[in-house]
């Protein structure tokens, strides 16, 4: 809806999430967008836990994905253009 940016504006409340007061606004601001477009995918994909789910890209979507997955229980795949990212796409959770 129009009015994201204004100090004050409408909007329906299925539209709306709720920030746990243990984030900072910071932290939260990601979430609002990549987390939620990857969160979705996830979630309304056909994978369950335990399946192999390949990450195509680690930057700011796929840094979320590999978290949120490898956390999910999904067996996590992390792939980019060489090896340069291959430490923190194992930090974040990917397996391989």
Excluded: W
């Excluded at 987390?35 to 996830?42: D, E, L, N, P, R």
């Excluded at 836990?49 to 930057?59: H, N, S």
């Excluded at 430490?87 to 391989?96: K, N, S, T, V, W």
């Amino acid at each position: 809806m129009d009015g994201g940016y204004a100090e004050y504006m409408v909007a329906y409340v299925d539209s709306l999430s709720s920030i746990p007061n243990e984030i900072s606004v910071m932290e939260a601001a990601s979430l609002m967008c990549a987390g939620k477009t990857t969160f979705s995918a996830i979630k309304n994909c056909k994978a369950r836990p335990g399946d192999l789910v390949a990450i195509q890209g680690i930057g700011g979507l796929g840094h979320l994905a590999v978290q949120f997955e490898s956390k999910a229980g999904f067996l996590t795949l992390a792939i980019s253009r060489g090896n340069n990212k291959e430490a923190l796409a194992r930090e974040l959770g990917a397996l391989h």
